[in-house]
């Protein structure tokens, strides 16, 4: 069995953040191509971020910001060769233990491809389909 960890950090936290965005690069602009512009914003420094560790190893991403509309949750990234091991569930895990008992409503965009995976954390998706940086996405409602 791997030993999962999941830590938070701010975009102070420097070498986490570095471990983190580095596999954001991996999954999201090399593997599934989206613009460097795209997936690194001006977001960054006012967003809690996760890394999920497999063996103390980085494994996978998310991170969340407040809005002007709930809570969004954002950049949930695994690398490949991690990918079936729980670290998604893991760390989507510790995201809504932060952020439930804040009291706002939690949403997230889900590539639809991923839709299956939130759906089985209490995700609902809602309104129609859209694309975002050449992906088709839903909005999803977290209903707990």
Known sequence: MNNLTVKSALYSD?????QIF??????????????????FDDYEAT???????VDGEPAGTARWRIKSDGIKLERFAVLAEQRKKGVASAILQ?????????GHEIYLNAQVS???FYEKYG???VGPLFVEANIDHFKMIYRP
Not at 22 to 38: A, P, T, Y
Not at 94 to 102: E, G, H, I, S
Request: with cysteine; aromatic share 8%.
């Open 22 to 39: 580095l596999i954001r690069k991996l999954v999201f602009v090399d593997e599934q191509q989206v613009s460097r512009e795209e997936e």
């Open 14 to 18: 420097s070498g986490l953040c570095e």
């Open 114 to 116: 991923a839709m299956g």
């Open 94 to 102: 510790k995201v809504l233990q932060d952020t439930f008992p804040l």
């Open 47 to 53: 967003s809690i971020h996760y890394l999920g560790m």
């Open 123 to 125: 995700f609902k998706p």
